[in-house]
């Protein structure tokens, strides 16, 4: 069967980026706070953020040399470490990408432009936060989505996975109660999707796990464009 949707991945998971917030400016806290809210907030300078190596220790990191380091950084069309941020659903991507990506059919969406200096060079570039104030589980179809149900690791090679099937929540609120109903069994169990059904359908959604999943035809143009970035199946959205 054809893959509907696709998640995006950095191509290296090796660079963090983290906002640099001043929480004396009040214009500034104001607006973060809006966009914790889901509200779509309104700003009229850059957002500031720093990148930084993961990897603490220098001897460990795959690459040594700071050349090396601000090639890998700068060619990444998105930012790992960008996806959460104080409860905020968000991404941030190059220009090249934010260009192929506002011509496909986005939900409620804003992008702000953010500049990231690189901690160790001091070389600062533009990018942009794609902000969405709901994510894909605001368009699910509840009653029409199918679920699993697995065991508990240390049970599963006792236990099979089972089928739970359609029909079974009609609200996002009612799968986490039977969620955590299942969680509280002797053996716990997880339930999980099996199909993704919508209600209505985008060519860009959040995950349910904060990650940024793509249409099939989003994915083509992207990868006809030589962008910088993983792509792989979401086998859940069916």
Known sequence: MEN???DLMPSSSQWKVGFIIDYKNEKLKAFFQSLSERRIAEI???LSMITYNIIEEE???EDKSPFVYDALYWSNDIRIGSSTLHGITSFIMSDRLKK???NF???EHRFYDVDITNIYSKESRRWYLLYMPENSLD???WIRCEFKLKPEFRFRNQIDTSYVGPNVV???DEFIKLRSKYRKNKIKKFLEF???KFKVKFDIMWGNVNILTVSDKLRKEILSNDINITMEPNSEIR
């Open 4 to 6: 509907l949707y696709y």
């Open 44 to 46: 009229d300078e850059p």
């Open 59 to 61: 001897n460990k990191r």
């Open 100 to 102: 192929i990506i506002e």
């Open 105 to 107: 059919e986005l939900p």
């Open 139 to 141: 368009y699910f179809d």
């Open 170 to 172: 009609n609200s996002r």
């Open 194 to 196: 099996y199909k993704i």
